[in-house]
């Protein structure tokens, strides 16, 4: 059984312009969560996605937004980039909502220059 | 506002020795512990996890101890080996029925010498 798949892995992106990852859940698994992971601030979470809506959201700027599919395949999008966007972006799926164990990808590796 | 604290930052063990990692909370309408263990260029993988309703887990050469009065919980690596060695972190999830979280604490960088 395949795990959750992030791509890309790695991405340099310039100040300014924006960006768009991608993360596909465990076959069966209908919850994506996002996090940010970081040396200065560790693991912080972004948002959920249920049944393809956002059912829960952490404290980031409006900069930051994602969208889950009909498939449960999500997509979270980052514009007006800056520096301190430099950050390993992880994704996490869930058989259920609220469901105990979350399973995550390997992560995208985002460096904004 | 960190809701989860977890000590001591970085550890080093000797080969066969035990591991303790500490972990305290403060929001008591967390209800599930999990500990994620992360190799460098690895997302977390789960290692073991815990409800409020339990004082301690053994999978294995890993335990987890909960005390739900101090509101802590600590993870025990017995044994331990050098392939243990990696960054470990706590987290707690609180589900409100609508949404659900996990809040991580900041990470312990393992290191298991020969």
């Known amino acids: 059984k395949a795990g959750v798949t992030q791509t890309p892995r790695y991405l340099i992106k310039t100040r300014g312009q924006q960006v768009t990852l991608s993360c596909s859940p465990i076959?069966?698994?209908?919850?994506v969560s996002w996090y940010q992971q970081t040396p200065g601030q560790g693991l912080q979470f972004l948002f959920e996605y249920f049944s393809e809506t956002q059912r829960n959201k952490g404290n980031f700027p409006g900069r930051f937004s994602g969208r889950q599919f009909s498939n449960s395949r999500s997509e979270m999008n980052v514009s007006t980039l800056e520096l301190g966007d430099s950050a390993l972006y992880l994704c996490?799926?869930?058989?259920?909502?609220?469901?105990?164990?979350?399973?995550f990808g390997q992560g995208t590796r985002l460096t904004v220059v | 506002q960190q809701q989860v604290k977890q000590s001591p930052q970085s550890l080093i063990v000797q080969k066969g020795g035990i591991s303790i990692i500490n972990c305290a909370y403060e929001n008591t309408a967390f209800d599930y512990f999990p500990w994620y263990q992360q190799f460098p260029g690895k997302g977390p993988a789960l290692l073991i996890a815990?409800?409020?309703?339990?004082s301690e887990k053994k999978e294995g050469r890993f335990t987890i101890s909960f005390n739900k009065s101090a509101k802590q919980f600590s993870l025990h690596i017995m044994d331990s080996q050098p392939g243990d060695s990696a960054t470990y972190f706590c987290?707690?999830?609180?589900?409100?029925?609508?949404?659900?979280?996990?809040?991580f604490g900041t990470g312990t960088r393992l290191q298991v010498t020969l």
């Open positions: 815990i409800r409020p309703d339990v």
């Open positions: 076959s069966g698994h209908r919850s």
């Open positions: 987290a707690a999830r609180r589900d409100t029925g609508t949404a659900s979280k996990l809040t």
């Open positions: 996490a799926s869930s058989l259920y909502r609220g469901e105990t164990e979350a399973f």
